[in-house]
């Protein structure tokens, strides 16, 4: 997938550093996610779906990392295993070029190839960027965790966080019987 000014390709460990970089600007926030840190490589590789990893990276060089996404499952239980979860982060400082939009685009269609029928994505209610994005792609909210961990460090020091879950249902794959 191609853009004027950025394209997007699989994740590969060479980007792995700036993946963690933007990452980290997320953990800064507070707003993106419950961990207190990137995890290496190979446990980032071990708990995501690989093949729906992917990064967006300035045309001119290949190499400068915009923006990434995956998707890991939900649960190890067989039965879940269509049902993926989202991971999308953005540098600050490639917001409002579209990266986020074609980058959640080419996750729903690798998840469609991959015959997934569900993508999940956590998001703090606070979050007004990752909710308007996921509701621009068709996931609706199908509910909110109260109260699930209390978060120890940041701006939000000492308080309790809700979870809002939204949902993309995708086509479902022929299951033979």
Same mark, same amino acid.
């Given at each position: =997938? $191609?853009?004027?000014?950025f394209?997007?390709?699989?994740? $590969?460990?060479?980007?792995?550093?700036?993946?963690?970089?933007?990452?980290?600007?997320?953990?800064?926030?507070g707003?993106?996610?419950y961990?207190?840190?990137a995890?290496?490589?190979?446990?980032?590789?071990?708990?995501?779906i690989m093949?729906?990893?992917? %990064? !967006?990276?300035?045309?001119s060089?290949?190499?400068? /990392?915009?923006?990434?996404?995956t !998707?890991?499952? /939900?649960s190890?239980?067989?039965?879940?295993?269509? %049902? %993926?979860?989202?991971?999308?982060?953005?540098?600050?400082?490639?917001?409002?070029?579209?990266? !986020?939009?074609?980058?959640?685009?080419k996750?729903?269609?690798?998840?469609?190839?991959?015959?997934?029928?569900?993508?999940?994505?956590?998001?703090?209610?606070?979050?007004?960027?990752?909710?308007?994005?996921?509701?621009?792609?068709?996931?609706?909210?199908?509910?909110?965790?109260?109260? =699930? !961990?209390? =978060?120890?460090?940041?701006?939000?020091?000492g308080?309790?966080?809700?979870?809002?879950?939204?949902?993309?249902?995708?086509?479902k794959?022929?299951?033979? %019987?």
């Amino acid at each position: =997938m $191609t853009s004027p000014n950025f394209l997007i390709r699989p994740l $590969t460990k060479a980007d792995y550093p700036q993946v963690v970089e933007i990452y980290e600007h997320g953990l800064d926030t507070g707003h993106a996610t419950y961990e207190r840190h990137a995890p290496t490589w190979q446990k980032f590789s071990s708990v995501k779906i690989m093949e729906t990893a992917f %990064v !967006a990276v300035e045309a001119s060089d290949n190499t400068t /990392v915009l923006g990434w996404v995956t !998707a890991a499952p /939900v649960s190890q239980r067989a039965v879940f295993h269509g %049902v %993926v979860e989202d991971s999308i982060y953005i540098h600050p400082d490639a917001r409002g070029r579209g990266v !986020a939009g074609a980058l959640l685009d080419k996750l729903i269609e690798v998840c469609i190839e991959l015959e997934k029928w569900a993508i999940h994505s956590w998001i703090f209610p606070e979050n007004e960027g990752s909710k308007k994005l996921h509701q621009s792609r068709g996931f609706e909210k199908a509910g909110t965790l109260t109260h =699930m !961990a209390k =978060m120890p460090y940041g701006e939000l020091k000492g308080h309790w966080r809700d979870t809002d879950i939204w949902e993309k249902l995708l086509p479902k794959p022929d299951i033979p %019987v």
